[in-house]
């Protein structure tokens, strides 16, 4: 199995930027896709961004297409979120996820119910 620890969330001001880090430890990172959820009070978890462990494509929903940049350091068994131009709605829970040696992760990728290791989650706020 493997363990995630996300860092890096906070406050952050509206059209600001964040990163965010998710450490994993255990089996082999690079059989692991992997990918960032968020939360709300508001909304069940919902997909962000994922990375495909094979050839490293990546995926976004709509809303953070062009502001978030999803990448991985397989050297480092790192995953990050790059976050720009923030907006208030950005403001949530962002947990990351891995989901090990998936057969078809490019048609499941945005399910939650598809990955096996979930982190703590970081608190990313935006607000002036």
């Known amino acids: 199995q493997v363990q995630l620890v996300e860092s890096g969330g906070g406050l952050v001001q509206p059209g600001g930027s964040l990163t965010l880090s998710c450490a994993a430890s255990?089996?082999?990172?690079?059989?692991?896709?992997m990918a960032w959820f968020r939360r709300t009070p508001e909304k069940e978890r919902e997909f962000v961004a994922a990375?495909?462990?094979?050839?490293?494509?990546?995926y976004y929903t709509d809303s953070v297409k062009g502001r978030f940049t999803i990448s991985r350091d397989n050297a480092k068994s790192t995953v990050n979120l790059k976050m720009n131009s923030l907006k208030p709605e950005d403001t949530a829970v962002y947990y990351c996820?891995?989901?090990?040696?998936?057969?078809?992760?490019?048609?499941?990728?945005?399910?939650?119910?598809?990955?096996?290791?979930w982190g703590q989650g970081t608190q990313v706020t935006v607000s002036s």
């Open positions: 990375i495909s462990r094979s050839d490293e494509r990546t």
């Open positions: 996820a891995a989901d090990y040696m998936s057969p078809h992760f490019s048609i499941s990728y945005f399910y939650s119910r598809e990955y096996d290791y």
């Open positions: 255990g089996r082999s990172f690079v059989s692991y896709d």
